[in-house]
């Protein structure tokens, strides 16, 4: 895969087959694991559920969060089926950025009417 803005429209477009198959109202695992499928149909290299320490002061905690997709090692992808995104949600995913030293991350709400309003990109030290 190229640039991380191809691989964003990939996932989005992934996210789209997926929302257009199955519709709101299902639970987060379960699009998570639709959208993996998707992803690798395409031939997308992803890693799921990835374990996501925490670094303080020289202390390592295994604190128990985890990143839904990292995908082709550059794009941080947060799953959610809620009945709205809210601004946690967007700081849960700039602070994963943050911490893992990535620049994109896409916010993927499945329980909407329409896809297009539940993904929300999410930007930190991007170079555009």
């Not at 699009?31 to 993996?36: A, K, S, V, W």
Request: aromatic share 6%.
């Amino acid at each position: 895969m190229s640039t991380i803005e191809n691989i964003a429209r990939q996932v989005v477009d992934s996210a789209y087959q997926v929302h257009s198959q199955l519709g709101p109202g299902l639970l987060e695992s379960s699009y998570e694991l639709c959208l993996c499928h998707e992803l690798s149909l395409r031939q997308i290299r992803f890693q799921r559920q990835l374990s996501l320490p925490l670094q303080y002061k020289g202390l390592r905690l295994e604190s128990g969060y985890r990143i839904d997709l990292l995908v082709e090692d550059q794009l941080i992808v947060e799953l959610k089926a809620v009945k709205a995104l809210e601004e946690i949600h967007r700081a849960q995913l700039l602070t994963y950025l943050k911490l893992q030293k990535r620049t994109l991350g896409l916010l993927i709400n499945f329980n909407t009417t329409h896809i297009k309003d539940g993904i929300k990109r999410v930007v930190h030290n991007h170079p555009n």
